[in-house]
């Protein structure tokens, strides 16, 4: 219970990774404020894990929206602990760069990473009174990357170098650190309605050199740890956890 007595906002936390996040939290004694666009989803997760959550309502690419998130979070909670900013536009695929419009451009800047920034702006008074931390989600596509997913990718290697800019203004009241997650299967922490085992194919858990696609447990794990008081003197840090897919040389 390293996490009693202590509030944590989770932002995208209504689903996929962030919710993992939410669950691995409230186990370990936190009360946990779940902060996503998704009023269904996020009344469902409060449901599934009980009185320490709350769900407010908020669209990350909007600032008046995300101050009154983040107001209601340490209104609920008295106090704000940690921050993790796992909201984000999950589909990286948008087609070719040259028939690319500029509205799909900005809209991955307003949310994956305007919206990282303005959560981490606006808690960043209630983090420096308690001495607390934030956890950004970035992904392995900051440093490799399929065809036409150009605004994903440019968004997650912003979302990196936001970590550690945020970590030396911080420093040392605030510890800011980065998960940069590759391939995980999210589908068993969907809304309960919607919940089903992942399509994994044995050669999808066959090219990780650690055997198996990742899980939303593993992000929600190194999160966790990344929180607590046991990594007091870790800041500034992208921590890749891809069961080494980005070491892994390919030959045709």
């Known amino acids: 219970m390293r996490f009693a007595g202590k509030v944590v906002l989770v932002t995208g936390g209504a689903q996929g990774i962030g919710r993992a996040i939410v669950r691995r939290l409230v186990e370990e004694g936190a009360r946990v404020c779940i902060a996503d666009v998704d009023a269904s989803a996020g009344t469902d997760a409060v449901r599934e894990y009980g009185e320490r959550t709350r769900f407010v309502a908020a669209d990350v690419a909007r600032e008046p929206s995300v101050r009154r998130a983040v107001a209601a979070c340490a209104r609920w909670g008295g106090r704000l602990d940690g921050v993790v900013n796992d909201a984000?536009?999950?589909?990286?695929?948008?087609?070719?760069?040259?028939?690319?419009?500029?509205?799909?451009?900005?809209?991955?800047?307003?949310?994956?990473?305007?919206?990282?920034?303005?959560?981490?702006?606006?808690?960043?008074?209630?983090?420096?009174?308690?001495?607390?931390?934030?956890?950004?989600?970035?992904?392995?596509?900051?440093?490799?990357?399929?065809?036409?997913?150009?605004?994903?990718?440019?968004?997650?290697?912003?979302?990196?170098?936001?970590?550690?800019?945020?970590?030396?203004?911080?420093?040392?009241?605030?510890?800011?650190?980065?998960?940069?997650?590759?391939?995980?299967?999210?589908?068993?922490?969907?809304?309960?309605?919607?919940?089903?085992?992942?399509?994994?194919?044995?050669?999808?858990?066959?090219?990780?050199?650690?055997?198996?696609?990742?899980?939303?447990?593993?992000?929600?794990?190194?999160?966790?740890?990344?929180?607590?008081?046991?990594?007091?003197?870790?800041?500034?840090q992208n921590w890749v956890i891809d069961g080494g897919m980005t070491r892994k040389m390919i030959y045709v």
């Open 88 to 236: 984000a536009l999950a589909h990286p695929e948008v087609g070719p760069p040259e028939a690319l419009s500029l509205a799909t451009w900005q809209k991955f800047l307003a949310v994956n990473l305007t919206g990282t920034f303005l959560v981490a702006k606006h808690a960043i008074p209630h983090l420096r009174a308690t001495r607390g931390a934030i956890v950004n989600l970035g992904s392995t596509r900051a440093v490799m990357s399929e065809p036409h997913t150009e605004p994903y990718a440019a968004t997650k290697g912003g979302v990196v170098a936001l970590t550690h800019a945020l970590a030396m203004s911080l420093g040392p009241d605030v510890r800011v650190n980065c998960i940069s997650p590759g391939w995980i299967a999210t589908s068993t922490f969907a809304p309960r309605a919607r919940r089903r085992p992942p399509k994994l194919r044995r050669a999808d858990h066959l090219q990780h050199p650690a055997g198996r696609v990742g899980e939303p447990e593993d992000v929600a794990g190194l999160c966790a740890y990344l929180l607590s008081d046991e990594a007091r003197f870790v800041t500034g």
